[in-house]
């Protein structure tokens, strides 16, 4: 199981974040808190955070369906991020894990990750197990380049109706972005479907062009943030 999440740096509410008090009380633990407070550049360190709990919540999702996204359960070990993080280069790769706390049937699991991030965004990935980062398939795209390049991306019935329309246009780009990396690795024609699990919208499947079944063996994970969107793709063994 995977799951990814991505903060696009440019977009206007990424600046300043880290000031806002209310906001690092109510997701961060103490240590992640103090651990953005000290850096040398807050908004980073926080969105780095930020996107390895909203990763690992992803997978904590999939495997017991009913986990609600209690952010400071989330706990990002900062040790290991203590390195690399402020140069916001154009390709820095970190890694590290989350530990799971009183969250009934995952209570102190890891979730390992891995971040790649930039001047411009912070892409993280979380894995259950120790899977093979290497392994995945990631794409990562803005919109902008996405319209240019591609042709339109036609949902069919069963995808939109998984498409809320509030995030319309986010959510077509990012499919067509993951049918890209189906067709990659070999996949041929495909939907990518999320199913009601009551009042909510479970996480995206893959599922054959009209097949009845979802694709035994694999795994997919999609997000969006302000211009950008991303998209990953695991082979489970």
């Known amino acids: ?27 961060f633990t103490e240590r992640e808190a103090e651990w953005v407070a000290r850096a040398a ?7 780095t955070l930020w996107a390895a ?21 989330f706990e990002v070990a ?13 390709s820095t790769h ?22 790649t991030t930039s001047s411009s965004f912070i892409h993280c990935v979380a894995m259950d197990g120790e899977g093979d980062f290497h392994s995945l398939k990631v794409a990562i795209a803005r919109r902008d380049d996405l319209d240019r390049t591609g042709a339109d991306y036609h949902p069919t019935a ?20 993951a049918r890209a990396l189906a067709s990659e690795a070999g996949l041929g024609e495909v939907e990518i479907v999320r199913e009601h699990v009551g009042v909510e919208l479970g996480p995206p499947r893959l599922y054959p062009r009209e097949g009845a079944l979802p694709l035994a063996g694999w795994d997919i ?14 082979r489970c063994i």
Not at 62 to 67: S, V
């Open 41 to 47: 550049n807050p908004d980073r360190a926080l969105w």
């Open 78 to 90: 900062v040790d290991s991020l203590l390195s690399g993080i402020e140069s916001g280069g154009e």
């Open 94 to 115: 970190l890694s590290g894990y989350v530990l799971v706390q009183r969250i009934p049937g995952l209570e102190r699991r890891r979730f390992p990750l891995e971040w």
């Open 158 to 177: 069963r995808e939109q109706a998984s498409i809320t329309r509030a995030r319309s246009a986010e959510s077509l780009a990012v499919r067509r972005l």
């Open 1 to 27: 199981m995977i799951g990814n999440d991505l903060v696009d740096l440019l977009a206007r509410e990424a600046a300043g974040k880290s000031r806002d008090a209310r906001f690092v009380k109510r997701v």
């Open 221 to 234: 994970t999609l997000s969006h943030d302000g211009s950008m969107v991303a998209a990953v793709l695991a």
């Open 53 to 73: 709990k909203e990763a690992a919540y992803k997978v904590a999702k999939k495997l017991r369906a009913g986990t609600i996204f209690a952010h400071s359960r």
